[in-house]
């Protein structure tokens, strides 16, 4: 188990890393953040000895950090509502990308992973890399069939780093919200246990192809959109070999025009795939970033990169849906209805006055295009009545919100006079026709009173299992919980100070690492 002592320690290097780049400004001159973490700030501020002036430059410090940072801010950047607006603005602009690992360092991972040859696997590898994160770096290669592959591999040490990493964010977050208030409200040990869950299963390139193919076998049915195809003979936790895919980035706009993709359309069919992954299917691709999104010659929209997906129940999608068209229609009764059903808002708040503060945040936007108002906008509007009603985080929908801002943001360069409400608002109707109009509710209806009916003989055999038939021996009586001498603990007298100074410089440091405040 790490020290107490070593987490400070990693925090403090990390805030002074932070303090270079000013990204502890914020937290310094806001009156919401406690006495000892402004000390903290002040202390890691005059050690770092920077004096410079301008915008603090919060991506370049987690850059600076390390790999785990990175991720750690890509997640921060969907949480304007714990780190600032502005502190999430310039997170977005975090580029996960490192120098490359030697080619050699490569070659021998992959032979490691599969106990065999390269040249049993691969004709060809491109030495130079096609990309370096902070995870993994991508290879082009041929396969000893003859096909041209992608080749992913994680970087050596990688997963004990990021262990070593979380394992200090975790508990810095613990201390951090135990301090309670708005610390609780916001829930940093929560939002730090989805980060270590996302990261772990990137770090898994099985459960990265596995992911892509549950997206393929979900999005089959949608034209123009495609998922590359998995190698599995050269896959394995460390190596994910898939296929090569020739075509245009959709970031660069100037190729898609030359090559005489109609820009507009691809933007509408980028919007309502996500929406079919994320409400239809309930498992989408939560990476959508310009990087990992190609157009091929023929039009077709292809993705990349499935180590960051997101999840959502089939209840949580009925609320999604019914909020979405709420918003796009003008019904802020119902979205606010909806929040209180969902347990979203506590009770005890009037749901018509949070129907008002939902209409001063949709209403502006309504019937604009994304160039005056924005999806991005009205999340920051959302965020910004959390506070006045009480509403914790949300964690399986932070990645939604996230990848909404991505999409947006795409669509908007494709197409800078699109509507979003205007796109999402037709499939949205027609999906919560489908789903929750009458003839689906009689439907969910017998389906779930059948299985109740077809669990009912499991369940008298439980019951009879837990209270047989009196007889035999007697039941013998509760025995007294006794402490062995060999597992007494000893208990020092005065220890307690020294945990509660750990616990108060952990959260200070925390708000170092997070490099940003509380909502301003």
């Not at 002592?5 to 805030?15: A, D, N």
């Not at 130079?128 to 290879?139: K, W």
Request: glycine residues 8%; contains cysteine; charged residues 25%.
């Amino acid at each position: 188990m790490t020290k107490p002592s070593t987490h400070l320690f990693r925090l403090f290097i990390w805030g002074v890393t932070a303090a270079r780049h000013r990204a502890l400004v914020g937290i310094e001159s806001d009156p919401n953040t406690p006495p000892p973490v402004k000390r903290m700030t002040k202390l890691a501020r005059w050690i770092s000895f920077t004096g410079k002036s301008g915008e603090p430059d919060y991506a370049t410090a987690f850059q600076k950090i390390g790999p785990a940072a990175i991720k750690l801010g890509q997640t921060l950047a969907t949480r304007p509502d714990l780190v600032g607006e502005d502190a999430a603005r310039n997170l977005l602009s975090l580029q996960d990308s490192l120098p490359p690992v030697p080619f050699a360092l490569i070659k021998a991972e992959i032979e490691r992973s599969f106990e065999a040859p390269i040249e049993s696997l691969f004709t060809e590898i491109d030495p130079a890399p096609v990309g370096a994160a902070s995870i993994a770096q991508v290879h082009k290669g041929v396969t000893t069939d003859g096909t041209i592959v992608a080749i992913k591999v994680l970087r050596p040490g990688i997963r004990e780093r990021f262990a070593r990493d979380i394992t200090t964010y975790e508990w810095a977050a613990a201390h951090l919200e135990a301090m309670g208030g708005e610390a609780a409200r916001l829930r940093p040990a929560l939002t730090i246990a989805n980060f270590k869950r996302w990261t772990n299963r990137e770090l898994d390139l099985r459960r990265e192809a596995a992911s892509a193919s549950e997206l393929d076998e979900a999005m089959r049915g949608i034209a123009d959109y495609c998922i590359p195809e998995i190698d599995w003979d050269r896959t394995n936790g460390r190596v994910m070999t898939i296929e090569w895919i020739d075509g245009v980035k959709i970031s660069d706009v100037a190729a898609l025009k030359a090559a005489g993709h109609d820009l507009p359309d691809i933007a509408r069919r980028l919007v309502l795939a996500f929406l079919t992954q994320a409400i239809s299917a309930g498992f989408f691709h939560a990476d959508m970033h310009q990087g990992n999104l190609f157009v091929r010659p023929n039009g077709d929209i292809v993705a990349i990169d499935f180590g960051i997906m997101g999840r959502i129940d089939r209840r949580a999608r009925q609320w999604l849906a019914e909020i979405l068209y709420g918003l796009t229609t003008g019904n802020y009764k119902r979205v606010a209805e909806i929040h209180f059903e969902a347990q979203y808002v506590p009770s005890y708040h009037s749901v018509d006055e949070f129907a008002t503060a939902l209409r001063a945040v949709g209403e502006p936007m309504r019937g604009k295009p994304v160039s005056e108002l924005s999806v991005g906008q009205m999340l920051d509007g959302l965020f910004a009545i959390t506070r006045d009603f009480d509403m914790q985080t949300q964690p399986h929908l932070l990645l939604l919100q996230k990848t909404m801002v991505m999409v947006e943001g795409i669509a908007t360069q494709l197409d800078p006079q699109i509507n979003m409400w205007d796109v999402s608002a037709p499939y949205v109707r027609s999906w919560i026709r489908d789903e929750l109009g009458p003839e689906s509710a009689l439907a969910n209806r017998i389906k779930e009173d059948t299985e109740t009916l077809l669990r009912i003989p499991a369940l008298v055999r439980r019951l009879e299992e837990q209270y047989p038939p009196k007889g035999g021996a007697p039941e013998p009586p509760p025995l007294p919980d006794i402490e062995l001498m060999w597992e007494r603990r000893t208990r020092p007298a005065r220890r307690w100070p020294g945990f509660l100074l750990s616990a108060a410089l952990g959260a200070a440091a925390l708000w170092g690492v997070t490099a940003a405040g509380w909502l301003g």
